[in-house]
């Protein structure tokens, strides 16, 4: 068995029982810290949050509907005139525990809000779990690594985070840690490489970049500054660890490629929102100016120890008392462990990171290593320092409960002096309104876990009873502090509660008149007015949604005007008042909205006949805005204009879609013309006419255009990405080889 400092070997030979028991405990006490969503299914939810309202729930309705229609979605053709379902990323469609709770029975359509409740309890009962095996795997005592599991997973900036696809990279971490300390301590290298590189692949599947890219520069810089070491304490240089280190990162690289290739290839096509004036391209880099107001001030480090608001004013950094004081204990008695002097230093590095512009150290970060100013958010470096704390505390725990202290009096002023700094903090930002209202009993908290704490170090009874009254008292002391991250969480649904989540609920009647209307094309909305996406929601087409993203060749084009929104096919407009030249609503709603209908709107598809070539994107626009332009007949071209036959008759084109990334246009020319689809051109998407393949044209700067002669015609349209197909090889062929390593691995340590 390998050796693990600081630790007795009977300690790391638990039962087999304690293994099989840990996930129910862990579940249970879970449960208990979010006992709200647990017990009162659909009265209360945890997805309270713009992003989660508008983007990330709907588009998981919307993979939930596909897979029950027995197809993963590649093509999202419901927001922006479409776009690539795994290329946009979020809540990561390719994530196996979101396919899982999608494949769960839906009500009327949808993914009822107890299942979306139990995803939620289901993510942080994984990073919970990987986080009780890492304190294992380091030689800590069951009770002690539930402490940390629990710490980790319901308090800080994880407890907090109300993203789905930012969570799913937070339950990770523990995980990669484990496997990157195994290697850092050359514990069987080759097997640690191969087990990290899977974790780190698993993290990037989670769809969204910030974590991942994070924990992946860990790996990387943690190598590069173990090796320093070595050759500054033993002057020896270990090639072997770095090249592990690069063997995990490209195994990460194939294992995610089902994820990331397709988001690369959506990156390069499309214009992101980041908060600067102007929406950026891939290749511009996202202006330092964005990153500061998203860096944690210094003064909020104190949040780890008072509920408080990170610059994500949504999020908090807040651990409690018990958990600073536990970590304080381990840094005192535990701090000789390479395994936590390396957490402790990646916690540190994760608070610089998360203070951002506040210091330089940031500004050279994002200046020198690739990809990080596309990681926008320094204060999400906070998951580094609750996970360090976590992790400290659970050593600390351990020591407490194990009986060996030999006196009383550090361990009792431990606990005096993060007292202390409790109180003065909490003066302090009381006198300065620092945060917002502490209520009373967050103070008489960390006062009861004080004395509660004082008790357990002055009683030092090495007994079983003893030790498991302890870790009793200290898990409840923590589930009690961390009941104010659940409570930030939490939120009742209803109006008066929430601030968006019950737009995901209450326009079913909505949903059912526009289903009942006959020619709807797409929808336009208010989205002050409807606080969710409509379209992914309930399935249908809508213009403009909250999106990080959108294909740039949509933008091309002002979406405001009438002119615009009729060329994209709008026949329907949802707010609580009419637009400029709209018609009287044909309904009204819940919250007071309207429908209206748009009389000008072209059809899906149409027959044009005549081009009009024009050089760029100002042109475009002006000539889409002259209303001497008939855009129902001339095709405006931003490339060589395929020859036309002027055709007086206007000719009719069927439209079907028969799945989410196939259309089928169905017409009869009278002359040789150019057949128009008001849906978005991308990589990806080939054509057919009649069953041959065929061309297709950009019309208008976005929309697939393909030629057609005289005579009846079905051109069928079909999407297939080949960064969707390479990267599912890629994974596939990344599990499958690390499986087959493993496998090599495991057969050459059982021969003799």
Not at 130 to 159: I, P, V, W
Not at 185 to 196: K, N
Not at 512 to 536: F, H, K, P, W, Y
Not at 592 to 616: C, D, F, I, M, N
Request: glycine residues 8%.
């Amino acid at each position: 068995m390998d050796k693990v400092e600081g630790v007795d070997k009977e300690s790391r030979c638990a039962p087999a029982i304690g293994y099989l028991a840990t996930p129910l405990v862990l579940l249970v006490l879970i449960l208990v810290v979010y006992w709200k969503l647990a017990l009162f299914g659909p009265a209360y939810v945890w997805f309270d949050h713009y992003d989660m309202c508008q983007l990330e729930i709907p588009r998981l309705q919307f993979l939930a509907r596909a897979i029950h229609e027995g197809h993963l979605p590649l093509w999202d053709p419901h927001v922006w005139s479409g776009l690539p379902a795994i290329g946009a990323g979020q809540p990561g469609l390719v994530y196996p525990l979101n396919l899982l709770f999608a494949s769960f029975p839906l009500t009327r359509g949808a993914i009822p809000v107890t299942t979306l409740n139990w995803l939620f309890l289901a993510l942080h009962f994984i990073g919970a779990l990987f986080f009780f095996l890492l304190c294992r795997d380091q030689g800590l005592g069951a009770a002690a690594s539930t402490l940390g599991a629990l710490s980790f997973s319901c308090g800080g900036y994880f407890g907090s985070a109300p993203w789905l696809d930012i969570g799913n990279g937070l339950s990770w971490t523990p995980i990669i840690f484990l496997f990157a300390i195994r290697l850092w301590r050359g514990r069987r290298p080759f097997e640690s490489a191969i087990l990290l590189g899977v974790a780190l692949g698993a993290c990037w599947l989670s769809g969204h970049h910030e974590v991942p890219l994070i924990n992946s520069y860990v790996v990387l810089l943690g190598s590069v500054a173990v090796a320093a070491y070595r050759v500054i304490r033993r002057r020896r240089f270990e090639v072997s660890l770095l090249a592990w280190t690069a063997v995990a990162l490209v195994l990460a690289a194939a294992v995610s490629a089902i994820q990331t290739a397709p988001l690369y290839e959506f990156a390069e096509h499309a214009v992101r929102w980041v908060g600067a004036p102007e929406a950026i391209r891939w290749g511009q880099r996202v202006p330092y100016s964005v990153h500061a107001p998203y860096s944690l001030p210094p003064a909020g480090i104190a949040g780890l120890l008072l509920p408080s608001a990170t610059p994500e004013s949504y999020t908090t950094a807040f651990m409690g008392h018990t958990v600073a004081v536990l970590a304080a204990l381990g840094l005192a008695y535990r701090r000789r462990n390479t395994s936590f002097r390396i957490v402790a230093f990646a916690g540190a590095g994760g608070l610089v990171y998360a203070l951002g512009a506040f210091t330089p150290i940031h500004r050279i970060l994002y200046t020198v290593l690739p990809m990080l100013d596309k990681a926008r958010n320094p204060v999400r470096g906070l998951f580094l320092v609750c996970f360090a704390l976590s992790f400290m505390a659970a050593f600390g725990a351990d020591w407490l409960l194990s009986g060996r202290q030999r006196s009383w009096r550090p361990a009792l002023a431990i606990v005096a002096g993060v007292t202390a700094i409790f109180l003065a903090i909490s003066f302090l930002g009381l006198q300065a309104e620092m945060y917002p209202a502490i209520p009373s009993h967050y103070l008489l908290k960390g006062t009861i876990a004080a004395l509660a704490l004082s008790a357990l170090a002055l009683w030092r009874r090495p007994s079983a009873f003893h030790r498991r009254a302890s870790a009793t008292v200290l898990i409840a002391l923590v589930i009690v502090e961390l009941g104010a991250v659940s409570r930030l969480r939490m939120t009742q649904l209803d109006r008066a509660h929430t601030v968006c989540a019950t737009a995901l609920v209450e326009h079913q009647d909505l949903a059912d008149r526009l289903r009942a209307e006959r020619g709807i094309g797409r929808i336009n909305l208010d989205r002050q007015d409807v606080m969710t996406s409509l379209g992914d929601l309930y399935g249908f087409d809508q213009l403009v949604s909250f999106t990080a993203g959108a294909p740039a060749n949509v933008l091309r084009h002002d979406l405001h005007t009438a002119r615009t929104q009729a060329l994209f096919g709008v026949t329907h407009y949802i707010a609580r008042s009419a637009p400029p030249g709209s018609s009287a609503a044909i309904g009204t709603f819940e919250g007071g909205l309207k429908l209206y209908r748009e009389q000008s709107a072209l059809p899906r598809a149409w027959v044009a006949h005549e081009v009009l070539r024009v050089t760029g994107e100002g042109d475009l626009r002006k000539a889409i805005r002259d209303p001497a332009v008939d855009l129902a007949r001339v095709a405006i071209l931003m490339e060589d204009a395929p020859a036309l036959q002027p055709c007086e008759e206007t000719e009719a084109v069927i439209v079907s879609r028969p799945d989410d990334r196939t259309v089928v246009l169905n017409s009869t020319l009278k002359c040789r013309g150019l057949v128009v689809l008001s849906d978005v051109n991308y990589p990806g998407w080939v054509a057919s006419l009649d069953g041959a393949p065929t061309q297709i044209h950009e019309a208008y700067g976005t929309f697939r255009a393909v030629v057609a002669p005289a005579g009846s015609h079905r051109i069928e349209m079909r999407y297939q990405p080949a960064s969707v197909r390479a990267g599912a090889l890629l994974t596939l062929a990344g599990v499958v080889t690390a499986v087959l390593l493993l496998w090599i691995e495991h057969r050459g340590r059982r021969r003799p």
